[in-house]
């Protein structure tokens, strides 16, 4: 079975890349556990989350609302749970698969190949990172060059 912290990692890097996802590799990281076909999905649901925050002495307050997208899978009596910003019930249904699958005895194998496959997923938003902010450093202004010339 695996570590639940080589899992740990796994979700969290995961998670960081989430947001980056685009439908068609969401539907290819999908498609690594499709197989595990005893899975009962819950329909995704959208609602919204009150965002709470704390202010500079420590009092709460209420920023706003968020929408959010819920998924919910059980796969042999494992369940996982996933909540996500947006209206993207895809991204919740991936989120809670992987939630399920890092905890599930008979997925480690699907899991290695998932992890592979999230690495070369990295390595592209990396690279295309890198790009916007190259492209955002060009614009740059240093104001602070731009003082009157001397005479």
Do not use: W, Y
């Not at 570590?3 to 989430?18: G, P």
């Not at 939630?99 to 998932?114: D, G, K, M, T």
């Not at 070369?120 to 450093?137: C, D, F, P, S, Y």
């Amino acid at each position: 079975m695996k570590t639940s912290i080589d899992c740990l990692e796994m979700e969290n890097r995961f998670r960081e890349l989430l947001p980056h996802l685009d439908e068609k590799a969401i539907e290819r990281l999908l498609g690594f556990f499709a197989p595990l076909a005893d899975a009962k999905l819950r329909e995704p649901q959208t609602g919204l989350v009150m965002i709470t925050a704390r202010d500079a002495f420590g009092e709460k307050f209420h920023l706003g609302e968020i929408l959010v997208s819920v998924g919910e899978i059980e796969l042999s009596g494992i369940q996982g749970h996933a909540t996500v910003m947006g209206d993207d019930p895809r991204k919740a249904v991936l989120a809670a698969t992987v939630n399920a699958v890092c905890r599930h005895p008979e997925a480690e194998q699907r899991l290695a190949s998932f992890r592979a496959e999230l690495e070369q997923i990295a390595a592209a938003v990396g690279e295309k990172l890198a790009r916007e902010r190259n492209l955002i450093a060009s614009t740059r202004v240093n104001f602070d060059s731009m003082a009157p010339e001397e005479m």
